[in-house]
């Protein structure tokens, strides 16, 4: 007893030195560092770009347009051969600058300097000149996190918006992923679009996604696409928000 | 030195408490560092690991007790502000305790190559545990995490260890300081 008196005589501030820097690193895992991001986009706020003022990006805008075209020209054939189509409406999106990349390298995650205040909520969509971006996993006031595409742990379920093949995608690095088919017999092909499937929970069917850069037909258990990005991922300044799409 | 004999004349909890809103505070510009990718810091998309620095410079003249406790900390946070699985936790406290049981101190004095050196090492090692839990999780293939750790590791760690004196130096010379003050 008495050596436990002496070594917490000793020890003491120690102790709860300890205890406060674990306590407090605890509470901010637990909140996700909002604290932290609140922080950080009231000191980025005034090198922040405005977004109405980026015309760079037109060309991928352009690009986004042909893909759209393309999957509505097939769409349009489908649509044909049915009845009592009900045409889905379209929310306005919530333009949001990208403030801050990802805290480590083994993810791939932007921040952006819109959050709840503005009316983004945890499941929202994002899009930019190009095509599909990602989707928000966190959210505090003034900031959101969005999990990009390019993610190995970020699946999307895709289609050939040529032949309606579908299956799911999972990122690589910054621009590329690999897309997994569900059929073995393919009509597949190099430069064919890819577009979020009709089967896909968390993103509205048709958004643009990417391009069919090579086939590996031979892989098993299923054949494999290597898949470039429409959109230019490592060199957004500012993306388009939409609400989930769940109801 | 101007500053720190402003600060000798404070009281002993005084100048404990300025000692400590400069460990907070300068964890803290890590952390806000760590979103950022300013021109030069940036090498094939990917940034230095700022949080590795300061818990290196840190260890380097402290207990492995000290590097475990800051590296669990850091680690923590870390998690917060990207994903707790798998955990920046145990590499950061595994960094902390290897590079105070390194005991650099005893072997070298010089400062600068000898820390960056160690950086070096030590993201080197962070990078694969990582790799590690990510093959024990089996939800990535082998080559597929191979192929990441290659790409994220080696860049990572050039980048980190030309980029830890700006965090080492201030820092070391604040301590040296402070030391100097209590003995």
């Known amino acids: 007893m008495f050596t436990l008196r002496r070594w917490w005589d000793r020890h003491w501030l120690q102790v709860v030195l300890v205890g406060l820097t674990l306590g407090t690193a605890w509470v901010i895992e637990q909140t996700q560092g909002a604290a932290i991001f609140e922080?950080?986009?009231?000191?980025?706020?005034?090198?922040?770009?405005?977004?109405?003022?980026?015309?760079?990006?037109?060309?991928?805008?352009?690009?986004?347009?042909?893909?759209?075209?393309?999957?509505?020209?097939t769409e349009n054939q489908k649509l044909k051969q049915?009845?009592?189509?009900?045409?889905?409406?379209?929310?306005?999106?919530?333009?949001?600058?990208?403030?801050?990349?990802?805290?480590?390298?083994?993810?791939?995650?932007?921040?952006?300097?819109?959050?709840?205040?503005?009316?983004?909520?945890?499941?929202s969509y994002v899009m930019a000149p190009g095509g599909l971006v990602g989707r928000v996993v966190s959210v505090t006031p003034h900031t959101?996190?969005?999990?990009?595409?390019?993610?190995?742990?970020?699946?999307?379920?895709?289609?050939?918006?040529?032949?309606?093949?579908?299956?799911?995608?999972?990122?690589q690095d910054s621009h590329k992923a690999v897309m997994q088919f569900f059929d073995k017999v393919l009509d597949v092909r190099p430069g064919d679009v890819l577009v979020t499937s009709s089967v896909s929970q968390l993103f509205p069917s048709g958004l643009p996604v990417g391009r069919v850069e090579s086939l590996n037909l031979q892989k098993s258990p299923?054949?494999?696409?290597?898949?470039?990005?429409?959109?230019?991922?490592?060199?957004?300044?500012?993306?388009?928000?939409?609400?989930?799409?769940?109801? | 030195m101007e500053t720190l004999l402003k600060i000798s004349n404070l009281s002993p909890r005084a100048r404990q408490f300025v000692n400590w809103s400069v460990n907070v505070g300068s964890v803290l510009v890590c952390l806000l560092v760590l979103?950022?990718?300013?021109?030069?810091?940036?090498?094939?998309?990917?940034g230095p690991n700022w949080l590795l620095i300061w818990v290196v410079a840190w260890s380097v003249k402290r207990s492995p007790f000290?590097?475990?406790?800051?590296?669990?900390?850091l680690g923590m946070i870390q998690d917060g502000m990207t994903?707790?699985?798998?955990?920046?936790?145990?590499?950061?406290?595994?960094?902390?305790?290897?590079?105070?049981r390194l005991q650099k101190q005893r072997w070298i004095q010089e400062d600068f190559i000898s820390v960056a050196l160690i950086v070096f090492g030590m993201t080197m090692l962070a990078g694969t545990v990582t790799a590690l839990q990510y093959l024990l999780q089996g939800?990535?293939?082998?080559?597929?995490?191979?192929?990441?750790?290659?790409?994220?590791?080696?860049?990572?760690?050039?980048?980190?260890?030309?980029?830890?004196?700006?965090?080492?130096?201030?820092?070391?010379?604040?301590?040296?300081?402070?030391?100097?003050?209590?003995?």
């Not at chain 2, 994903?83 to 105070?100: K, Q």
């Open chain 1, 39 to 73: 922080v950080y986009q009231s000191l980025t706020r005034p090198f922040q770009s405005n977004p109405n003022q980026q015309e760079k990006l037109i060309n991928a805008r352009v690009q986004e347009m042909l893909v759209q075209l393309s999957q509505l020209q």
């Open chain 1, 82 to 123: 049915l009845l009592g189509y009900v045409a889905e409406r379209k929310q306005p999106g919530i333009v949001a600058p990208i403030v801050g990349h990802s805290a480590d390298q083994w993810w791939q995650e932007v921040t952006l300097g819109r959050g709840t205040k503005h009316g983004i909520q945890v499941g």
């Open chain 1, 144 to 171: 959101s996190r969005v999990l990009l595409i390019s993610d190995a742990a970020s699946r999307v379920g895709v289609m050939v918006s040529r032949s309606h093949q579908m299956g799911y995608m999972r990122g």
């Open chain 1, 222 to 247: 299923a054949p494999e696409a290597a898949i470039e990005f429409t959109a230019p991922i490592s060199y957004l300044e500012w993306v388009v928000v939409y609400p989930p799409t769940s109801e």
């Open chain 2, 35 to 46: 979103p950022t990718r300013l021109p030069g810091m940036e090498l094939l998309g990917i």
């Open chain 2, 66 to 73: 000290h590097g475990a406790v800051a590296g669990l900390a």
């Open chain 2, 83 to 100: 994903s707790p699985d798998p955990t920046h936790a145990l590499s950061l406290m595994l960094v902390g305790i290897l590079t105070a």
């Open chain 2, 139 to 183: 939800s990535r293939s082998w080559a597929e995490i191979w192929v990441a750790h290659e790409r994220i590791t080696l860049s990572s760690a050039i980048l980190t260890s030309l980029w830890a004196p700006v965090v080492y130096y201030p820092l070391n010379r604040w301590w040296e300081g402070t030391k100097v003050q209590q003995s």
